[in-house]
């Protein structure tokens, strides 16, 4: 046991290590708080994030805090996950490609009391990483503007969460999180024009605040091998404490002499108040079968921005939009018990997604999302351990985004995760 959690707080500091790397090359990371994590486990990214209604005594679901009741009481699970991605830029017929890797995630959980589960880990909230320019002729003379554009950041999420089983049926959840992070957004414009001056604006801002999210869930047995599972989450909205700033710098290309002028918008950043619900069928445990559907209310939601009639940074509404998403999803095990055959133990996964942007692009809607996953669970076995023990479990994930008139981003990313399932807490008897 000594070596185990030796191992899990290995992992963690090297997760830790590592948060502040991007996921991300997304232009489109440049808008909002970034990019946003799907913040799914290894167990149900090969359902796409499915997870609402999800309930399952030997993994951990971090996005229903209720489903921590669930936990066996003789084991201690310890869940990490990384993820490598290739992604493809398409606009006007040209293509770019780029490669990511990321150590994502560390969660564990095991049961405090009878029908009283505690969780706990590390997991990515957003993602901003970008680098890119554009040309643009100046009318029909031989002037160009270079626009430069380079982003890197993002916010982390540490938590401690709790869930409930207070009667038969009914499990309460809640987790309490800490966020922090920064952005650091550069964009330059420049011209072949030794007379014309180079102008420089830096958005920064850094973020050290709470979240805090509830979950709740409702099982109702159909018979002796059949399940059905209710769940619902909220996420409170609230100021996060930031006072996002933007450095704008006039240079002079002939003289080399500068001007900065510095804006701050004071407690400028915020989060949104979330819903979420889901529902799944369960037949034993040789498939499962849910969906789910989340709103995140960004529209109410306002974001510093420079005004284009008075030049000023202040707060504006209409920058960000309520976004919604939609997942369905299932898992298949032809036979987790059988000894001979390692296929009919293994757990096949499929899921799909639609999700709409929570941002604007000049006025415009930004693009939507639609992704597809597929994967698989492995058990792995020990002596001391049940066909239920611990997993790999691996998936690819297609994620297409696209938008009128906008970039093209098709990313193909491959998930891998390792869940370890062990009866830390089984007493032995020695005859």
Known sequence: ???????????????????????????????????????????????????????????????????????????????????????????????????????????????????????????????????????????????????????????????????????????????????????????????????????????????????VDFGVQWEQPLGKQDFVVLGGTVGLGHKLGADPSVSITNTNTVTGVSQSTTSTVDNGLELPMTFGGGVSYRHSNKWLIGADFSLQKWGDVEFPEIDANTQQYVLMKGILKDRQKFTVGGEWTPNEYDGRNILKRVHYRLGASYATPYYNIGGLEGPKEYSISAGFGIPIFNQWTSPRASLLNISAQWVHSSAKDLITENTFRINVGLTFNERWFQKWKVK
């Open 1 to 211: 046991m000594k070596k185990q959690i030796l191992c899990s707080l290995l992992l963690g500091v090297i997760c830790l290590s590592v948060s502040a790397q991007s996921g991300t090359n997304s232009p489109y990371s440049q808008y909002g708080l970034g990019v946003l994590s799907d913040q799914s486990q290894g167990f149900n990214r090969g359902m796409n994030g499915l997870a609402y209604g999800l309930r399952n005594s030997t993994q951990v679901n971090f996005l229903n805090p209720a489903s921590y009741s669930s936990i066996d009481s003789l084991t201690m699970i310890f869940d990490a996950g990384l993820s490598l991605q290739l992604t493809n830029f398409n606009e006007n017929g040209k293509k770019v490609n780029a490669r990511n890797g990321n150590f994502e995630y560390v969660v564990a959980s095991f049961r405090l009391f009878p029908h009283f589960g505690l969780s706990a880990g590390i997991v990515p909230f957003t993602n901003v990483g970008y680098n890119y320019s554009s040309t643009t002729n100046v009318g029909s003379s031989s002037t160009t503007t270079i626009q430069q554009c380079e982003g890197s950041g993002g916010l982390h999420q540490v938590y401690l969460g709790v869930g409930w089983n207070p009667f038969a049926g009914l499990s309460v959840g809640v987790n309490g999180s800490f966020l922090w992070g920064n952005f650091d957004r550069t964009v330059m414009v420049r011209s072949n024009d030794s007379y014309v001056n180079t102008i420089t604006k830096r958005y920064t801002a850094t973020v050290h605040n709470y979240k």
